[in-house]
């Protein structure tokens, strides 16, 4: 747990030194007044939580405050530590099926980070959790696209089942599904082609994809992963809502968190969209996705 909260330490300094280092001033105030309320809550919603999740946040520490009197900073700042746990508290996704092959989709839009962290979560899953992935390459549309996973897929030791640019991406997955059961392997991992989550069309052919998962294997496709750029602050959750409902996402991969200072998305995302946040990105190596932890993420941002 240590080792988890220094890691998230290290990958939200921006956000922490930007936002939350203010919100734990705030609380510490020696005379806590309607004007700190005030600026708590514009603070909060400076770090991209939300208007609705700041403003019930605030509320319950206001509520808390006049129940019982408190005035001590270590008293208030812990009560604010556990308030933002829970709103991070979102049931995890099921777990992805033993035997095979299970079959995960991670989807999202242009420049998301969606291709690297795939190959990323490959290399977690089979080396954390002893699961024997291959690689979908169904962003067709791009060569580079293709390019860039082959090329991971390389040095990560995974396997890449890949077509033609574009080419067909429900005829990729067929073939990553049927190249899995040949080679004994129990997880697809599809890279889906990045797409704005405004444009109907392209919605519409992801929902194709997952119906060729869908006939391929019973109860496929049994994940999906969006991945968000957390440095798209507010823009993230309208992205997270038009892929839910689309695609059925099942939990979110939070990246660029290193370099953003909108680490308070987190917790729109799960108090507005109900979606658990899964991993995290903290930075550019393959060790830097790292499994959510809500209270490590907490501690990293009030602390430091």
């Given at each position: ?193 990045g797409r ?18 869908a006939k ?77 932890d809500p ?10």
């Amino acid at each position: 747990m240590l080792s988890s909260i220094k890691n998230f330490a290290a990958g939200l300094a921006r956000t922490r030194q930007a936002v939350f280092g203010r919100i734990a001033n705030l609380v510490g105030a020696t005379e806590i007044t309607a004007d700190t309320w005030d600026e708590l809550e514009s603070t909060l919603i400076q770090a991209d939580m939300g208007v609705v999740v700041s403003s019930q946040l605030v509320e319950r520490l206001k509520n808390h405050v006049g129940e019982t009197g408190v005035t001590r900073q270590h008293d208030l700042f812990a009560f604010l530590r556990g308030e933002l746990i829970a709103l991070l508290s979102v049931p995890p996704p099921p777990p992805l099926p033993a035997g095979g092959p299970a079959v995960l989709m991670m989807v999202g839009v242009n420049g998301s980070g969606k291709t690297t962290t795939a190959a990323k979560l490959a290399k977690v899953l089979r080396d954390r959790e002893r699961r024997k992935p291959i690689l979908a390459a169904a962003d067709t549309f791009r060569a580079a696209a293709i390019g860039q996973l082959q090329e991971w897929g390389g040095r990560i030791g995974v396997d890449v089942i890949a077509g033609q640019p574009n080419g067909d991406p429900g005829a990729v997955v067929y073939d990553a599904i049927a190249a899995a059961r040949s080679r004994g392997r129990d997880l697809v991992m599809v890279d889906t082609a990045g797409r704005l989550h405004t444009k109907f069309n392209l919605m519409e052919e992801l929902k194709k994809v997952r119906g060729v998962a869908a006939k391929a294997v019973p109860g496929a496709p049994h994940s999906v992963l969006l991945v968000l750029d957390s440095t798209t602050g507010q823009n993230a959750i309208a992205q997270a809502r038009a892929f839910k409902e689309a695609v059925g996402v099942t939990g979110v991969v939070l990246t660029k968190l290193d370099g953003s200072a909108k680490g308070g998305v987190a917790f729109a995302i799960c108090r507005e969209l109900a979606l658990p946040i899964v991993y995290v990105g903290l930075g550019e190596k393959v060790e830097d996705l790292v499994a959510f932890d809500p209270e490590a993420f907490v501690d990293g941002l009030l602390s430091g």
